[in-house]
Nanobody, 122 residues
Framework: QVHLVESGGGVVQTGGSLRLSCAASGTFFRIISMGWYRQAPGKQRELVATINSGHATNYADSVKGRFTISRDNAQNTVYLQMNSLGPEDTAVYYC????????????????WGQGTQVIVPS
């Protein structure tokens, strides 16, 4: 089983910064991809950014140039540095991890954290 624990959310003024962290623990063979998604009130969950084990990244257009995702493979931790935050970034941010629990291809996992709230008052 894989367990994700997020931290770093909070309330920040427009133009401010926050750094989210997500640590994976438990028993697993390999984490292939980690990422951040967010869900604003009344909206569907959407991709924010992902990073694979080779540190290749993918960002939503709405956060490009403002957010930076990074990963510490040794610590099984992913970070999201968020700069120039605005009210449109207000959401619950969820960490995601995908990989394999064992060397068997059918042992794939796709886990989510509990979410951390980010609020940018308008």
């Amino acid at each position: 089983q894989v367990h994700l624990v997020e931290s770093g959310g909070g309330v920040v003024q427009t133009g401010g910064s926050l750094r989210l962290s997500c640590a994976a623990s438990g028993t697993f063979f390999r984490i292939i991809s980690m990422g951040w998604y967010r869900q604003a009130p009344g909206k569907q969950r959407e991709l924010v950014a992902t990073i694979n084990s080779g540190h290749a990244t993918n960002y939503a257009d709405s956060v490009k140039g403002r957010f930076t995702i990074s990963r510490d493979n040794a610590q099984n931790t992913v970070y999201l540095q968020m700069n120039s935050l605005g009210p449109e970034d207000t959401a619950v941010y969820y960490c995601n991890a995908r990989g394999y629990e064992s060397h068997l291809v059918q042992s794939v996992f796709d886990e989510w954290g509990q979410g951390t709230q980010v609020i940018v008052p308008s």
